[in-house]
């Protein structure tokens, strides 16, 4: 059984930074294309980041590139997100993913979701 359990989010003033965690167990990140996504009130969950099994690369989207990093620590089977200059407009639930199909394309289709970490930036 595959779990992802987020953790690091909270309150942050604009401009500020917070570094999200994914902890996996079941499997491990090195072996999946992984990535977070986020979803704000009343929209539609988006991507954010996403990182490839092998090499690894890293992606993100237009909104965050050159502001976020995501990164994985193998060891310990762990995800993060570093969110840097944080705007209100990020305020969201951030959700981690692992497996499925779909990364790299408009579709991103994710196996494995957790349970989401809200993250709320004030003005």
């Known amino acids: 059984q595959v779990h992802l359990v987020e953790s690091g989010g909270g309150l942050v003033q604009a401009g500020g930074s917070l570094r999200l965690s994914c902890a996996a167990s079941g499997r491990t990140f090195r072996n999946y294309a992984s990535g977070w996504f986020r979803q704000a009130p009343g929209k539609e969950r988006e991507f954010v980041a996403m990182?490839?099994?092998?090499?690894?690369?890293?992606y993100y989207s237009d909104s965050v590139k050159g502001r976020f990093t995501i990164s994985r620590d193998d060891a310990k089977n762990t995800m993060f997100l570093q969110m840097n200059s944080l705007k209100p407009e990020e305020t969201a639930v951030y959700y981690c993913?692992?497996?499925?199909?779909?990364?790299?394309?408009?579709?991103?289709?994710?196996?494995?979701w957790g349970q989401g970490t809200q993250v709320t930036v004030s003005s």
């Open positions: 993913a692992m497996g499925g199909t779909g990364w790299g394309t408009r579709l991103p289709n994710p196996e494995y």
């Open positions: 990182i490839t099994w092998s090499g690894p690369r890293t």
